[in-house]
C-alpha cells in the first residue's frame, strides 16, 4: 500500500510522456500535402470545416480546435475545387512547437531562416520565418522560438 503513490506517479508520468511524444497528425497532412488534393480529400482527412469564409477567387475553410475553439487549420480551396494551400496554427499552450522540431523535420528540404522588421503605426514588428522548397513551405516563429503557424502551397 505504502508504494502506490509511487505507482500512480510513475504510470502518470509515463503516460505524459508517451502523450508528448506522439507523431502528431498535423506532420502527415503537412507533409503529405499535394496541390492536386481536391475539396473532398480534404473533407476525409479533418472532417467538415467550422466556418467557410467566401472570398473573391476561393473559400477559406477553418477548422477549430475541439478542447480551445481556436482556429488551428485554414484550407483555401480554388473555384476548381482544388486546394490552394494549407495553414496549420498550433494553439495548445501545454505542448508548444518549436522551430527547432520543424527544423529537423525539414532539414532535408533546402531551408533558409529570414527577419524582418518593418515599422507599423509607429512600432516595430520583427517577423521571423523558416522557408523552405523556395517559399512552398513557411513557419512563422516568434523571439521565443515558437511556432506561430505554418503554410505550405
Not at 14 to 31: C, R
Not at 70 to 82: D, F, K, L, S, T
Not at 99 to 113: A, P
Not at 133 to 150: F, P, Q, R, S, T
Request: with cysteine; aromatic share 12%; glycine share 4%.
Amino acid at each position: 500500500m505504502k508504494y502506490l503513490p509511487l505507482l500512480l506517479l510513475f504510470l502518470s508520468c509515463s503516460t505524459l510522456q508517451k502523450e508528448v511524444h506522439a507523431s502528431p497528425v498535423f506532420w502527415e497532412i503537412l507533409e503529405d500535402y499535394n496541390s492536386a488534393w481536391s475539396k473532398k480529400q480534404i473533407i476525409e482527412k479533418r472532417g467538415e470545416a467550422h466556418e467557410i469564409i467566401k472570398q473573391e477567387n476561393k473559400d477559406l475553410w477553418v477548422y477549430n480546435s475541439p478542447k480551445t475553439n481556436y482556429q488551428i487549420w485554414a484550407v483555401g480551396i480554388n473555384p476548381e475545387n482544388r486546394v490552394s494551400g494549407l495553414a496549420y496554427f498550433p494553439s495548445s499552450p501545454e505542448k508548444k512547437l518549436y522551430i527547432s522540431e520543424v527544423e529537423k523535420r525539414w532539414k532535408s528540404r533546402n531551408c533558409v531562416h529570414k527577419k524582418e522588421t518593418k515599422l507599423i503605426a509607429d512600432n516595430f514588428q520583427t517577423t521571423r520565418t523558416l522557408e523552405c522548397e523556395d517559399g512552398k513551405k513557411v513557419a512563422e516563429y516568434n523571439k521565443y522560438n515558437e511556432v506561430l503557424g505554418i503554410s505550405v502551397k
